[in-house]
């Protein structure tokens, strides 16, 4: 049987079972095709920042897991990179994601949350996800890109099969990715022919003016923008609000308090963060990790989940602690491939949760067992139904 058998249905307490047991397992990868798990902190947290673990699939042997199967114009993006490519390609969208930058989203991501919460009405019942928490970003992320708004309707069913494919439409994923890039096709094309105040625009003078990008850097880039803006902040609206649900202790003291909400983001990240696995990487040599020798070009998955709940960095790993140090936890990454858009991640969720303490104090969950996305690789909820009243006075 494979070691990490039931990861599905309780990651958490498999992670903690194979961390306990031994640093990195031989294991299978989404795809059921061999690769190495490492779990424990210090191999994972030094594995992201390796440069001897590419992640260029050209370097990956043959028949070990690849991750998702994307076509050139989708796969020629940074979680595919190694420098130099990674490094100048980065460099390109890089500023649009800087903390000064996103704090000049912040009054309009506001202004986003709060027509969002309007749309609720003053006392209810409502899925957070599909009414807040996916709603938000997706609307952030296409502003800041220029897609139109009538083209983000069908993008989370889009990501759903890709992300957390559903095993009755096993050409679900296929079709979203055919979907996707007639998606940014027309999309590069409108704005070729009518450049606007975007980013998306800006890049495209970027590569229709010299000869830094690509046509399918252009749209990979785009498709990983659109696709990772979103959907991790999704998972992170959704999990922080569960968190405080489920924890009144913890709510009560953030709602004394709201300027401990940054703080707060970081505890959720690493408590139950978006993203279970970091992008598989290839060693380019043999290597040693936790004392296991890996050979070259077999893949490795590190697990930030379980990273971010090894006791040895964070004691009494498995507790909601929003007064804890949650310095180096490792939610959005490490190394060159931190996730570049962490700061509005982070402002989103800030202002998202602000927004709905706020406005709602007698919020409660509308059920007794939330569901959790069938993932390996994202952590997220189906749903999150809640109860809900404004201020009264």
Same mark, same amino acid.
């Given at each position: 049987?494979?070691?990490?058998?039931?990861?599905?249905? /309780?990651?958490?307490?498999?992670?903690?079972? *194979?961390?306990?047991?031994?640093?990195?397992?031989?294991?299978?990868?989404? /795809?059921?095709?061999?690769?190495?798990?490492? =779990?424990?902190?210090?191999?994972? !947290?030094? +594995?992201?920042? /390796?440069?001897? @673990?590419? *992640?260029?699939?050209?370097?990956?042997?043959?028949?070990?897991?690849?991750?998702?199967?994307?076509?050139?114009?989708?796969?020629?993006? @940074?979680?595919?990179?190694?420098?130099?490519?990674?490094?100048?390609?980065?460099?390109?969208?890089?500023?649009?994601?800087?903390?000064?930058?996103?704090?000049?989203?912040?009054?309009?991501?506001?202004?986003?949350?709060?027509?969002?919460?309007?749309?609720?009405?003053?006392?209810?019942? #409502?899925?957070?996800?599909?009414?807040?928490?996916?709603?938000?970003?997706?609307?952030?992320?296409?502003?800041?890109?220029?897609?139109?708004?009538?083209?983000?309707?069908?993008?989370?069913?889009?990501?759903?099969?890709?992300?957390?494919?559903?095993?009755?439409?096993?050409?679900?994923?296929?079709?979203?990715?055919?979907?996707?890039?007639?998606?940014?096709?027309?999309?590069?094309?409108?704005?070729?022919?009518?450049?606007? %105040?975007? &980013?998306?625009?800006?890049?495209?003078?970027?590569?229709?003016?010299? %000869?830094?990008?690509?046509?399918?850097?252009?749209?990979?880039? #785009?498709?990983?923008?659109?696709?990772?803006?979103?959907?991790?902040?999704?998972?992170?609206?959704?999990?922080?609000?569960?968190?405080?649900?489920?924890?009144?202790?913890? *709510?009560?003291?953030?709602? =004394?308090?709201?300027? !401990?909400?940054?703080?707060?983001?970081?505890?959720?990240?690493?408590?139950?963060?978006?993203?279970?696995?970091?992008?598989?990487?290839?060693?380019?040599?043999?290597?040693?990790?936790?004392?296991?020798?890996?050979?070259?070009?077999?893949?490795?998955?590190?697990?930030?989940? +379980?990273?971010?709940?090894?006791?040895?960095?964070?004691?009494?790993? %498995?507790?909601?602690?929003?007064?804890?140090?949650?310095?180096?936890?490792?939610?959005?990454?490490?190394?060159?491939?931190?996730?570049?858009?962490?700061?509005? +991640?982070?402002?989103?969720?800030?202002?998202?949760?602000?927004?709905?303490?706020?406005?709602?104090?007698? &919020?409660?969950?509308?059920?007794?067992?939330?569901?959790?996305?069938?993932? &390996?690789?994202?952590?997220?909820?189906?749903?999150?139904?809640?109860?809900?009243?404004?201020?009264?006075?």
């Amino acid at each position: 049987m494979d070691p990490a058998h039931g990861l599905l249905e /309780d990651p958490h307490g498999v992670y903690r079972r *194979l961390r306990e047991s031994a640093p990195v397992h031989r294991t299978a990868g989404p /795809d059921g095709s061999p690769a190495w798990l490492v =779990t424990r902190y210090e191999d994972v !947290r030094a +594995a992201l920042a /390796d440069p001897r @673990l590419s *992640l260029d699939k050209a370097n990956a042997r043959e028949g070990s897991y690849r991750g998702l199967s994307l076509p050139p114009a989708l796969d020629a993006n @940074l979680l595919n990179m190694d420098p130099p490519d990674h490094t100048r390609i980065r460099r390109l969208v890089a500023r649009a994601f800087t903390t000064r930058r996103v704090e000049h989203l912040r009054a309009p991501i506001r202004r986003t949350a709060d027509r969002l919460l309007d749309a609720l009405g003053p006392h209810g019942t #409502a899925d957070l996800i599909a009414a807040y928490a996916a709603p938000l970003p997706i609307t952030v992320i296409c502003a800041l890109l220029g897609v139109p708004d009538d083209h983000r309707r069908d993008f989370r069913a889009w990501t759903d099969a890709l992300v957390a494919p559903d095993p009755a439409r096993p050409a679900a994923a296929k079709e979203a990715v055919v979907a996707m890039l007639g998606f940014f096709t027309d999309l590069i094309a409108a704005k070729r022919a009518e450049p606007a %105040d975007d &980013l998306l625009s800006d890049l495209i003078a970027v590569r229709d003016e010299g %000869d830094r990008l690509t046509e399918d850097e252009l749209m990979s880039l #785009a498709f990983l923008i659109l696709f990772a803006g979103y959907e991790n902040t999704v998972q992170l609206i959704g999990n922080a609000v569960l968190g405080l649900l489920e924890h009144p202790e913890q *709510l009560a003291a953030l709602r =004394t308090d709201p300027a !401990r909400i940054p703080a707060a983001v970081e505890e959720f990240a690493r408590h139950e963060g978006p993203v279970l696995l970091a992008i598989r990487r290839f060693p380019t040599e043999d290597m040693t990790i936790g004392g296991v020798t890996v050979p070259a070009g077999e893949t490795v998955l590190l697990s930030l989940a +379980a990273a971010n709940r090894d006791p040895a960095r964070f004691p009494d790993p %498995d507790r909601l602690d929003l007064g804890r140090d949650t310095s180096g936890h490792l939610a959005l990454g490490h190394g060159i491939h931190h996730c570049l858009g962490a700061p509005l +991640a982070r402002a989103e969720t800030e202002i998202a949760l602000a927004a709905l303490l706020e406005r709602f104090p007698d &919020l409660a969950l509308a059920t007794d067992a939330p569901r959790w996305r069938p993932s &390996l690789r994202a952590r997220g909820l189906v749903a999150l139904p809640v109860t809900y009243a404004e201020k009264t006075s």
